[in-house]
C-alpha cells in the first residue's frame, strides 16, 4: 500500500476565537498534523448579492487525502459560517521527512 497523498487545506474563519477551536480540534482528533493561522487577512466576496470586504484568519491546515472526508465533516460541524472555505491543495513535492511526519500524525 502506497503512502497517502500530502493536503494542504485553506480554510478562512471570522475571528481569533474560531480559528483557535478549529485548530485545536483538528490537530487534537488527528485530523491534522499542524494548523497554522495567519491573522490580518482581509477577503473580499460576494454574498447574498452584495460585495463585502472583512478581515478573516487563514488556517493553513496539513492533512492526508484519506483524512480529508473526516475532516471536512468536522470544519462544517464547528465552522460559524453558514458556507465554509474549505480547498484542499494536493502537495506535490517537499521534505521527505516532513511529509513522513504529516501522514504519522493525521493517523487514526
Known amino acids: ?3 497517502p497523498a500530502i493536503l494542504l487545506c485553506l480554510c478562512t474563519c471570522p475571528d481569533a476565537a474560531s480559528a483557535q477551536k ?7 482528533e488527528r485530523l491534522a498534523a499542524c494548523v497554522n493561522r ?3 487577512v482581509l477577503s473580499t ?3 447574498q448579492g452584495e460585495v463585502n470586504t472583512d478581515n478573516e484568519e487563514l488556517l493553513l491546515i496539513k492533512t492526508t487525502a ?13 465552522h460559524p459560517y453558514e458556507v465554509p472555505e474549505l480547498i484542499a491543495v ?19
Open 45 to 47: 466576496y460576494r454574498w
Open 22 to 28: 478549529l485548530a485545536e480540534t483538528l490537530v487534537g
Open 66 to 78: 484519506d483524512r480529508l472526508p473526516a475532516l471536512e465533516r468536522r470544519v462544517l460541524e464547528l
Open 90 to 108: 494536493p502537495v506535490a513535492d517537499g521534505h521527505a521527512a516532513y511529509l513522513d511526519w504529516v501522514r504519522e500524525h493525521s493517523r487514526d
Open 38 to 40: 495567519l491573522p490580518g
Open 1 to 3: 500500500m502506497s503512502d
